[in-house]
Nanobody, 122 residues
Framework: QVQLVESGGGLVQAGGSLRLSCAGSGRTFSNYAMGWFRQAPGKEREFVAA????????YYADSVRGRFTISRDNAKNTVYLQMNSLKPEDTAVYCC???????????????WGQGTQVTVSS
């Protein structure tokens, strides 16, 4: 079992940057693929990015490709989401999640963090 805690959210102006962190507990963290998802008010949760346990396989949503970068440090049991050139439409609660293999599909992820709020002002 993996427990996940996100941090790094906040309020930023459009064009700015934030780096989110997701800290995992348990010695098996490095065995899991990790994903970032977001949910804006009144909208469904959507895929943002995913990374395999080794970092060799990475997926991005089209809406963030070229602006966001997912990475991980298994020695620190942490996965990151570097967000640059932020837009007001990036405003959402961002959650990390874990499963065996990287996927864009929300319902396939087994373990979830509570989320961190990202607000981008125009």
């Amino acid at each position: 079992q993996v427990q996940l805690v996100e941090s790094g959210g906040g309020l930023v102006q459009a064009g700015g940057s934030l780096r989110l962190s997701c800290a995992g507990s348990g010695r098996t963290f490095s065995n899991y693929a990790m994903g970032w998802f977001r949910q804006a008010p009144g909208k469904e949760r959507e895929f943002v990015a995913a990374i395999s346990w080794s970092g060799d396989t990475i997926y991005y949503a089209d809406s963030v490709r070229g602006r966001f970068t997912i990475s991980r440090d298994n020695a620190k049991n942490t996965v990151y989401l570097q967000m640059n050139s932020l837009k007001p439409e990036d405003t959402a609660v961002y959650c990390c999640a874990a499963r065996n293999d990287p996927s864009r599909v929300v319902i396939l992820y087994k373990y979830w963090g509570q989320g961190t709020q990202v607000t981008v002002s125009s």
